[in-house]
């Protein structure tokens, strides 16, 4: 069973329905037990170091055992802390109404209490956005639990309308492709090195060019001719670049490899309300062929050759999303296995992203959630 975080502006109840509820995390709380006073925090580290400590704890109760957990009245402020709770948790919003919250902190110490108009103003709005249910704050701690444990036994609707879904390694099988198109394009070209040294070689070649290509160094034409060059230095064979590159190109285009699961994660996605696009770096030649296996499958398909920039390019982003009607980014999400084309560049356009990826061996600040396997997306989605 999930977790259930409650979020609210301050004076809101959070604390006291935690308690009704059972088994709370309440994070203000545990912050005080740790470092002393919320208002001596502000008045001798600043506001910065007290959000930096508070989006540390949100990720710590996320991974608790606790069933409940009862948020800071600014840990909406938090993007990160926020993308934790909601991998772990439905979030519940207490909408108190901006009067009786008033009511309930005047004349207390906490920091912002002063400004309290100002505040909950500025936070309604993250308040309503991250809320997967909203309960009325007017009732009692005991009335307001019950409405939520009633409500949170109902599917929450979506927290995405959109999925900006890479396409190789995150739902085509790249690796799968790779192998037979080079080792066929190499008995093309008569190359003496067998096939498990020319996989292993090119395999090693091909993130590096296309992180060039990515990076803007190179363009295609360029790729297209160095990587077979470097091939050829790396196995001390000669053949010609330009002939394995036809050779490997035409291979590639009859591959139609899916990964297990990405069908069924494709309509599931689907099913649930939101749309999945996929955009890819790719030869528009290539893609479109090999993209065929994924057709009726997604409502979309954005090829970076057909753009005119490759990811991480703010440029395709803009344009895809200028096609697909410019839909709301705070409610758009990329899922890939790029820390660098997907992860930077959808982090760049200003959309949550979230890193596939099943060996749990990558990293990237600019992954806002990441997962190993398709059910985990679903979870978040």
Known sequence: ??????????????????????????????????????????????????????????????????????????SVLSRRGMAALRAASDIVFIDTPKELCERRVRGSDRPLAKNFSCVYEERLPLYKRY???????????????????????????????????DADDTVLDFGRAMRFAISTAAAEMGVKADAARVIEEYGKILPVVWGRLERGEIDRTELSATRFTMLADALGEKFSPSECNDAYMRAIKTTRFVLDGALEFMDGVRRRGAKLYIITNSYKSVASERLKALYGHADGFFVSEDIGYDKPDRRFFERVHACIGSPDIARTIVFGDGVFPDMHGGAVFGADTCLFDPSGKKSTPDALYAVRGYSEFAEIL
């Not at 004076?11 to 912050?31: C, N, R, Y």
């Not at 506001?47 to 508070?54: K, P, S, V």
């Not at 019950?146 to 995405?160: D, F, Q």
């Open 131 to 165: 809320a997967d249910y909203t309960a009325n704050g007017t009732k009692s701690a005991r009335e307001i639990a019950a409405e939520i444990a009633n409500a949170v036994k109902t599917p929450r609707g979506i927290r995405y309308d959109v999925v900006l879904c």
């Open 1 to 74: 069973m999930r977790k259930i975080a409650l979020i609210g502006c301050m004076g809101s109840g959070k604390s006291t329905v935690a308690s009704e509820l059972g088994d709370a995390f309440d994070v203000d709380a545990e912050f005080e037990r740790r470092y002393g006073g919320i208002p001596e925090f502000f008045a001798t580290r600043g506001e910065t170091a007290f959000r930096e400590a508070e989006e540390k704890l949100l990720a710590e109760a996320a991974k608790s055992n606790a069933r409940v957990i009862a948020c800071g009245g600014g």
